[in-house]
Every structure is written in C-alpha cells, then in structure tokens.
C-alpha cells in the first residue's frame, strides 16, 4: 500500500463509529428531553369522593343476593397542565370483596385542566349467587343497623398534554360507603328503606341512610 492511502476497511471501520456515536447521542438526548417533559409535567392522579349512595332494596333468597341502589361519584383532575381521558370505565359494589352488583359502564369523558366530573349510575344485581357465610353476615350487618359496601371503579385513562396524547394507563378506584340506621347518631340526609329477609315468607323493612361522604383510594 502506498504511503498515504488509507485501507477500506479502516475508512468503514470509522464511518460505522461514526454513526454508532452520532445513534448514541440522539439517544441520549431524547432520553434527556423525555425526562425533562416528565418533570414538568408530572401528572397526578385524579382524586375520587362518593357523595352519595341510595340504597333501594336488599332481598335475601338464600345463597342469592338481590339488590338495586345508585350512587354518586366524582373525580376531580388536579393537574394544571395535564387533561385526562377516561376510557372503558366500569363500577360496581362489593360487600366482603365479593361483587354484588353487575358491573355498570359509565361514560367515557375527557376531563380538563382542575375539571370535576361528575357520575351517578344504578345498579343492580339480581340473584346474584354469594358464599352463605356473606350473606348471613350482610343479615347481621343490617340487624345491628349497619353495613359496609365498596363500590369500585375499574378502567382505562390516558394523559393529553397539548395536542400529546400518552398511552392506556390502569386505573382502579375504592371507595368505601358506610350505611347506618337512622337511628344511629351518623351524619349524613340520605334516608332509605331496604328489605332484609326475615324468617320463611317474612320481610323486616330497615331505615339505612349514607352514613357520610367518603375519599377513595385510587391506583393508576
């Protein structure tokens, strides 16, 4: 070889270092501005309230459970620059971790910069088939004037920044409703009646209110 002239494969050598160094830059500096937009933006997730649970019936035919109520449930976005989509949303109650209503699909909504929203669906289950030892517990809740119900939120949610849109994020919500008899000393104004059976061919109606508006815990 010639003095001075350079070798292909060491002319190939430092055109692929070249690129692999360029490829490693760009990398980084992607990763770098990723990092920098997450910190800026840093999205919180929505907070949940249950204001609100009517309950409209319990019927008890053994190892069934029948039940119909409604409830109300916000969500409020407390991110300044970040909106929230809520996509495949589904509630339903359970008592001792087990589902006693049918899952309900509620609205998909885009929620706003600090917007509230707002949701009060009905649901019901109908003979819905639960452990006995669930339901003889739910009849002695409701003799001692009260009983403890979850109603759940599960579902999708993306984050929009601008005209950014991020990918599906798992959301799940619990949120605990406390109902008591009227007669006990609870807060609360929502007074309704629900039937518990009582004995062969016997209903007892029983006077159970929303004990008090409650904060849920919420996982994204």
Known sequence: MSKG??????????????????????AVLVGFIVLVIYL?????????????????????????????????IASRNPNDRVGIYYKTLHVFTTYRDEPITVPVALPAIYQGHKDVSVWSP????????????????????IGAGYVLLHVQVDGRVKWKVGSWVSGSYHLFVNCPALLAASGNNVGGAFAVSATAGAGAGHNASVSLKFAQAADCTVEV
């Open 40 to 72: 800026a933006i840093h999205p919180s997730k929505p907070s949940f309230y249950l204001q609100d649970v009517q309950l409209r019936s319990i019927d008890f035919s053994d190892p069934a459970l029948s039940l119909n109520l409604q409830v109300t």
């Open 122 to 141: 009905v649901m019901s289950g109908e003979s819905v088939p639960v452990g006995q030892y669930v339901a003889d517990a739910m009849k002695q809740d």
């Open 5 to 26: 002239k350079l070798h292909p494969d060491w002319i190939l050598r430092r055109c692929c270092g070249s690129i692999a160094a360029c490829l490693l830059t760009l």
